[in-house]
């Protein structure tokens, strides 16, 4: 295989939204793109995407499992990856024992089971050759008990909390570690999750290009960790100080299912 003249970055769950943004950021930014998605738009992304000198791959493949994982790492023929944005995820509305079991493990697997295979894969690959940048997208979600969103939250919970742990074991090995933190973004996040009925669903949320760039650059810079938006800072820090008990049931006031027609019903 030729050697190739320019970094290879992976993006995962790049058909919309925040991975699509990243992928747009790191084509600019110098990169040949090998993105992912499970489902079929993934390529047409990728055709948006080409311009000018930059390769572009696509697979469409099942990120919640091992095999879907390995089939995106085996179209890499090889390549080492320069850059990897773990950002594929799914999220879920209403109550956990109302929710479908099949659903919920779908969302468990594919941000969690599926993210940290493929971190553990590329992690291995980056650490020999003692360079690579690796960003995963976490969420303030994972600060709060997610009343509703029980399932979604405890996810990125994890997320946020194994990047950091990640990031001090690979200390001095000139792999970074960044975690992207954001909150209600204008992505189709709302609609899969089966949101559009609440209130953090239906209210005004973040552009994904504006997300995507503060992840972009927090990660070009070595960053531990960004939480994207004055408004999110705030609740971030107030989630370290109020108790969980609480932060629960605020949690519910934006995420009960019909609270976007009837926002002042639950307390």
């Not at 000018?52 to 390995?70: M, P």
């Not at 944005?85 to 109302?98: C, E, K, S, V």
């Not at 990125?156 to 690979?170: G, H, Q």
Request: proline share 4%.
């Amino acid at each position: 295989m030729a050697t190739a003249s320019r970094p290879l970055a992976v993006i995962t769950g790049a058909s919309t939204g925040i991975g699509y943004e990243l992928a747009r950021l790191a084509a600019n930014n110098g990169y040949d793109l090998l993105i992912a998605a499970d489902e079929p738009e993934i390529l047409e992304a990728a055709g948006r995407l080409r311009a000018g000198s930059t390769k572009i791959d696509a697979v469409e493949a099942d990120l919640s499992t091992i095999e879907g994982n390995d089939q995106l790492l085996a179209a890499t023929l090889g390549r080492p990856i320069a850059a990897l944005f773990a950002n594929a995820g799914r999220g879920l509305g209403h109550g956990f024992i109302d929710q479908d079991f099949d659903k919920m493990r779908k969302v468990i697997d594919t941000n969690v089971t599926g993210t940290l295979y493929l971190v553990y894969r590329v992690g291995q690959q980056m650490r020999d050759a003692r360079e690579g940048r690796i960003l995963m997208t976490g969420s303030i979600a994972g600060f709060i008990p997610g009343t509703f969103q029980a399932v979604y939250n405890g996810t990125k919970a994890l997320i946020d909390s194994f990047s950091i742990a990640l990031r001090a074991e690979l200390k001095d090995s000139g792999v970074s570690v960044t975690c992207l933190m954001p909150g209600p973004t204008d992505t189709e996040f709302f609609r899969r999750a089966d949101l559009l009925d609440t209130k953090v669903g239906s209210d005004s949320e973040q552009p994904a290009a504006e997300v995507a760039k503060i992840g972009f650059d927090a990660m070009q810079r070595g960053d531990a960790d960004v939480v994207v938006g004055w408004r999110n800072k705030l609740q971030a820090a107030v989630a370290n100080v109020l108790p969980a008990t609480l932060l629960a049931e605020q949690h519910r006031l934006p995420t009960a299912p019909g609270s976007a027609n009837h926002p002042a019903t639950e307390s």
